[in-house]
């Protein structure tokens, strides 16, 4: 199908329809709404003027992007949701296809036809809700509203009488997508869209520029407080919704020539950090332009926190969030990537665990917005953190969004902004604040973990080849001699200890219901030296009612520690109980036995600092997450 051509109903002008499917033509003469019905036309009257909105773009435009055949942009709706008008353009693409182009805040979607799957009904949606769009994926419901279609330029691909409400919900899917759901003026969906947030440039469309500069210039220009006359600067004017007065503090609609919403005379807060200050952060310097105080209470005590709105007119919006002294740089997060869970939250890869769910209200605002901000403004929030990032949901009835925020020092926003001073002290433990402890305390237990392993590998490697016995020797007890007496003391044969270390000195005997004692001295037959040692061995056994019992043992170890290298001999002074000597005993010497505590000891001594470290980790773990939903978490990220 080509164009169509056709006489106004209403003042008989040609009409051209320049795309085949266009239902909706407004009369350039006299600004008729004409309709198709079939091969007739009807008038519904001449539409509204259209609105000064920020557009950058007007019709008969033409761009080009690689993949598709040129466009012209032919038609153009204004609707308003109560909070704000906004422009779709229509993008006519050699006159039979055609697509959205939707301008919104600065920003712009491409937002191609889809096939219509089954979809809830306009009613039965909620934010927050997913839905199945087939082939582009399962979104997530961000946006459920009802706008007004306000007037419309051109022409237009439906037939809906200008003033009608129009349903619609806004989805948010995997990879950045973006999709439309149209409900038209009913409840049954009628057409999809699906698309992705675009620039300009590369949808190949020379904004025009100039007008762009005058407008900006017109609507900032010695602009005044009608409260308080006090001279308003827009920092933003071609985004700004509301200005809350800096020096009265009233609410004004930036949309309709700064009409008084609230009338204060008083400004309720101060912020830390100047209305109009630039502060430079990840590579760009922003304007700060508004400021909000909103706080949560729970179980009745408020807590409150800042919210300083950033902008730079390429990149947008981004916030600096303080809380107790703690700062955070809040970038939006597209909803379609986020998976989130009652405990935790996947975004981009990255999990997070849940930190807190409260109802955040709007106390305090300052400066500009781009939205229709109002004092006591709620919306559900829940935070989720992953240190020394944070993921934030909020929810209102019409609306959720997420962000992404990075954890900043104090200092860092202190040396950005170029404030005098220092910051204010930071309270506790921050939501998303990098713990301290948490890089040592890991390669603390990596060097301990080594370490450990290192020291049993040592020990292994002695006990096999360590231990060299040096002396092994059996002594007979002559049969009638006395207990201790000088004829039962022997010196053992010379024996050499070839490297320093310690020396282990086994005594075994065949005590059978009796005791062995042993006075013992290792006698150096070069220097003299004497180390004294003694060994007790005893062994009982016998039945009772409770069975056989046996008790002690047959041999005992000692270790001398610390030997020299040189010639040696033992003497042994023997005792045994009077009655039953023990026909023998056997004396067993070894040099350089791995001891099982020298381990035990280089552990504890490894172990020690991990130990300490891991303690204080955990000390601030449970500081942080005292603030939170989960009064105490182990947090190991
Ligand atoms: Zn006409
Ligand atoms: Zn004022």
Request: hydrophobic share 40%; with cysteine.
């Amino acid at each position: 199908m080509s164009g169509y051509e056709a006489s106004c109903p209403s003042c008989g002008a040609t009409l051209v329809f320049s795309l085949g499917t266009s239902l909706l033509k407004i009369c350039e003469h006299c600004g008729s709404a004409v309709a198709r019905k079939g091969v007739n036309l009807e008038s519904y009257g001449r539409v509204a003027e259209l609105l000064p909105t920020p557009s950058v773009l007007k019709l008969g435009i033409e761009g080009g992007y690689a993949g598709a055949p040129r466009f012209t942009l032919v038609g153009r709706l204004q609707l308003d949701y109560g909070a704000g008008t906004w422009d779709e353009w229509l993008m006519s693409f050699s006159g039979d296809s055609w697509a959205w182009l939707s301008e919104s805040q600065g920003k712009f979607h491409y937002m191609g036809v889809a096939a219509l799957p089954p979809v809830p009904d306009f009613d039965e949606l909620g934010v927050g809700r997913t839905v199945d769009l087939g082939p582009p994926g399962t979104f997530v419901v961000t946006e459920v509203r009802t706008a007004r279609f306000m007037t419309a330029a051109g022409e237009l691909p439906f037939d809906v009488q200008p003033g009608s409400l129009l349903h619609y919900a806004d989805l948010s899917g995997p990879g950045g997508q973006f999709a439309t759901l149209d409900y038209g003026t009913g409840s049954a969906a009628e057409a999809l869209y699906v698309g992705r947030e675009v620039t300009l440039d590369e949808m190949g469309i020379r904004a025009i520029a100039d007008d762009e500069e005058r407008r900006k210039k017109a609507r900032a220009g010695s602009l005044s407080c009608p409260q308080c006359g006090g001279p308003l600067e827009l920092r933003a004017p071609d985004q700004t919704q509301r200005v809350a007065c800096p020096w009265c503090g009233s609410l004004l609609d930036a949309t309709r020539d700064l009409a008084v919403l609230e009338a204060l005379n008083k400004v309720p807060v101060k912020p830390l950090l100047p209305l109009g200050s630039k502060g430079d952060l990840q590579g760009t310097t922003w304007t700060l332009i508004g400021f909000m105080e909103r706080s949560a209470t729970v179980e009745g005590i408020r807590y409150p926190w800042h919210e300083y709105l950033l902008y730079e007119p390429r990149k947008g919006f981004r916030w600096l969030v303080e809380a107790r002294g703690h700062w955070s740089f809040v970038e939006p997060a597209h909803t379609g990537d986020v998976d989130a869970g009652m405990d935790r939250a996947l975004y981009r890869g990255q999990a997070f665990k849940h930190f807190q769910g409260s109802t955040a209200s709007v106390d305090h605002v300052l400066g500009e917005f781009y939205w229709a901000v109002a004092r006591g403004d709620a919306s559900e929030a829940q935070d989720y953190t992953a240190p020394p990032h944070m993921l934030s949901m909020e929810r209102s009835e019409s609306e959720v969004s997420w962000s992404y925020g990075t954890y900043l020092e104090p200092g860092e926003v202190w040396k950005a902004f170029r404030l005098e001073g220092s910051p204010p002290e930071r309270e506790g433990v921050g939501m998303n604040q990098p713990s301290p402890y948490t890089a040592a305390s890991r390669a603390a237990n990596r060097w301990a973990l080594l370490g450990a392993a290192l020291a049993f590998l040592v020990y292994l490697f002695f006990l096999f080849t360590g231990g060299r016995t040096v002396h092994k020797q059996s002594v007979t007890i002559p049969a009638g001699v006395a207990p201790g007496s000088p004829e039962a003391t022997v010196f053992t044969e010379r024996f050499f200890v070839q490297e320093p270390g310690n020396l282990q000195i086994r005594v075994e005997a065949p005590v059978s219901n009796s005791w062995l004692y042993l006075a013992g001295a290792l006698v150096n037959e070069e220097t003299g030296s004497v180390d004294d040692f003694d060994a007790e061995l005893e062994y009982y056994f016998g039945s009772d009612s409770d069975g056989a019992w046996s008790e002690g043992s047959r041999d005992s170890v000692r270790y001398l520690p610390e030997v020299e290298p040189g010639r040696y001999v033992l003497r042994l002074e023997p005792q045994w109980e009077p009655g039953k000597t023990p026909p023998s005993y056997t004396v067993r010497v070894r040099s350089r036995v791995p001891r099982l505590w020298h381990v035990v000891l280089a552990l504890l001594t490894l172990w020690a600092w991990p130990l300490v470290l891991a303690w204080k980790r955990m000390r601030f773990e449970s500081q942080r997450w005292s603030e939170s939903d989960h009064a105490w978490m182990e947090s190991d990220s």
